[in-house]
């Protein structure tokens, strides 16, 4: 039987040694060691757990890394003053501050007072505006990652339909400008679409992240679409993507697994573009 898995785990891996290879030259060429400073608020286990596939990752490729771990009553006065600590520190070339914050912390307010030069997550104004100009600095590591594996596979994006749902400022809306530079016709979707089928049913590529588990079926589908699922909801501890894996899987041309498909490639892109923050400096 045809192998139909976007096979996100095995390319990350790939990425990552070569990122590795990179880090060592580096050091040895220039005695620089990219820094990655993680910022984590609150004792969300799933958050935590991220955060540590994040630390190890870094620590494999040989990049110098920090994890700053703070209660969840912190203030927002005080998570400031460690990004601005963060920002003026030479050892750390990007910051990434794991979302989501508590609700006593503005969101934006953060991503707003991290360096544009070290927001390796491409979360600032600066960056997501400059994305969408497309004249991109950091594009935001799952969107630039599900764009990697969809290229290493070879599918052709120009003037396909691609409809993305989730409209979230970290996956959905970068995701959409991403694939409209690729020139492909996007649809960007959301939690208050009439008539949702209608939308997905067209899709050539069809890109997931609402966080609902197993939220698209079967019957909403395109016989031989490409299925991304960004999906990443811990059940009973365990990672769960937005589709239904095994109710699709006859109808799809190619889809990507959870776990083992956008995850890992988020994180090798997140080192990618640390590692691209180093070279920016
Ligand atoms: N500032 C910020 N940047 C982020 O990039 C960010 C964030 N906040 N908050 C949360 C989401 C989620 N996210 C994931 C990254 C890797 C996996 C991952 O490696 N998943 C593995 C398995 C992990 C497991 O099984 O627990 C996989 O899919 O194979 C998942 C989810 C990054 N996020
Ligand atoms: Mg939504």
Known sequence: M????????TLAKQIRAEISQKCKDLKRQAGIIPGL????????????????????ACF?????SEVHKLEKS??????????????????????????PLPDHIDENMINENIDPKKDIDGFHPINLGNLFLN?????????????????HYEISIEGKNVVVIGRSNIVGKPTAALFLHEN???????SKTEDLEMYTKQADILIVAVGRPNFIT??????????????TTKV????????????????????????????????AMLLENTLEAVLKK
Not at 184 to 190: G, W
Not at 218 to 231: P, Q, R, S, V, Y
Not at 236 to 257: A, H, Q, R, S, W
Request: aromatic letters at 4%; one cysteine or more.
């Open 135 to 151: 004249r991109p600095n950091f594009v935001p590591c799952t969107p630039k990652g599900i764009l990697r594996l969809l290229k």
């Open 37 to 56: 400073a993680v910022v984590i608020v609150g004792d969300d286990p799933a958050s935590h757990s991220y955060v540590r596939s994040k630390e190890k």
């Open 236 to 267: 009973n501890n365990k990672l769960t993507g937005d589709v239904d894996f095994d109710d699709v899987y006859d109808k799809v041309e190619k889809i990507t697994p959870v776990p083992g498909g956008v995850g890992p490639m988020t994180i």
């Open 2 to 9: 045809k192998n139909k898995l976007l096979d996100g785990k």
């Open 60 to 64: 494999e490729v040989g990049f110098y």
């Open 218 to 231: 079967k019957d909403m589908i395109k016989e031989g679409a490409i299925i991304i699922d960004a999906g």
């Open 74 to 99: 912190i203030t927002q006065q005080e998570l400031l003053q460690l990004i601005k600590q963060l920002n003026s520190n030479p050892k750390i070339n990007g910051i990434l501050v794991q979302l």
């Open 184 to 190: 492909a016709t996007v649809t960007l979707c959301h």
